[in-house]
């Protein structure tokens, strides 16, 4: 089980070194980032000294090293740079330190704050959203599933199977468009709900306000997808288990039919639809950007776009790398949960 969860670590850690040469690599070029921090009214020796901070007077293979050698938690300081880029973390040695660190993602070329801080505000607006967005996928898409299994042929299981292939077909981007207009502009009068807004509001006098109502239409809208998959997962996964001997058994011994649908046939049939819960709550990390943006909900989506906008390309890198890191994650767990349950998995 040792060398099943170590070779999971190197594949996940080969896979983030990917992700960062490609983020470096891919915004190099665009403006000058000594500009795009001090504006157009920065003399020459400011310039002078902002391109000597980022390492831009560096070939760029030194850039990416030093690049590397910020984000990464194990890395290599002067005393100096510790000071100058306030690192927290583990220092070993005097003047050139060996330094177990938190990772450094530089600062914003827009507010000078380091990026990990404006990141780490955003985060739990995503998270929220996330799990908010998960929990409604497999409650729904779960009941939907068995309704379309126990009714299969009838009205309800090609409803149920039409509405899944809609919610995989349509774009997460395109959905909220139209339910953003629909529920929180043309129905707002009844729904009570708004096309934008925050987990909280900033009031001058009454402080932060909790807006759960702003949960509901972004947390439908990415939770679409994933409860089209979970339906169709529970339906034939339901569908395997109704024609099984215990069943018939279970029916045989009296017992009414709700107690062996969810106590007998739903518990085994849901090996498939956590699978794709686990997978999937990695994928709405990752594709709450463009429902966040749409919908103006403060969390790491948003505040990417907006300084992707505004050229801020620390903080663009950072939620790339962020992001790629919890789906990574959440990913590797899942693979040794797998090995866990099934020995024949880590022989793989």
Excluded: C
């Amino acid at each position: 089980m040792l060398t099943y969860v170590v070779r999971r670590l190197i594949y996940g850690m080969m896979v983030l070194l990917g992700v960062e040469i490609i983020v470096f690599f891919l915004f190099q070029g665009f403006g000058d980032p000594a500009r795009l921090v001090l504006g157009q009214t920065g003399d020459s020796a400011t310039i002078s000294n902002i391109r000597k901070e980022l390492y831009l007077d560096q070939p760029k293979w030194k850039q990416f090293i030093f690049y590397l050698n910020d984000v990464s938690p194990v890395s290599v300081y002067k005393k100096k740079d510790i000071e100058n880029k306030k690192l927290h973390g583990l220092f070993i040695g005097r003047d050139t330190k060996f330094v177990l660190k938190v990772p450094y993602l530089r600062r914003s070329y827009q507010s000078k704050r380091d990026v990990l801080d404006v990141l780490t505000d955003a985060l739990p607006g995503t998270m929220i959203l996330a799990f908010s967005a998960m929990l409604i996928a497999t409650v729904a898409g779960v009941l939907l599933g068995v309704l379309a299994a126990v009714r299969q042929n009838t009205w309800w299981d090609t409803s149920s199977v039409f509405a899944s292939v809609l919610g995989i077909s349509a774009p997460s981007f395109f959905i909220g468009i139209v339910i953003a207009y629909v529920f929180g502009f043309v129905l707002s009068h009844y729904t009570g709900l708004n096309m934008t807004g925050s987990l909280y509001n900033i009031d001058p006098f009454e402080g932060r306000q909790l807006q759960l109502q702003n949960l509901i239409l972004p947390a439908i809208t990415l939770g679409i997808r994933p409860m089209a998959i979970i339906t169709q997962l529970t339906r034939s996964a339901m569908l395997d288990v109704l024609d099984q001997d215990y069943i018939r058994t279970a029916y045989a011994k009296g017992l009414s039919k709700k107690v062996v649908i969810f106590k007998h046939a739903l518990r085994n049939a849901l090996n498939p639809v956590i699978t794709a819960i686990t997978g999937w709550f990695a994928e709405l990390l990752a594709g709450a950007f463009f429902v966040e943006y749409i919908f103006g909900w403060k969390g790491i989506g948003k505040i990417t776009v907006d300084a992707l906008e505004k050229l801020d390309f620390p903080v663009v890198m950072g939620s790339v790398l962020i992001t790629a890191t919890f789906f990574i994650v959440i990913n590797m767990l899942a693979d040794i949960l797998y090995g866990i349950v099934d020995p024949r998995i880590r022989t793989k």
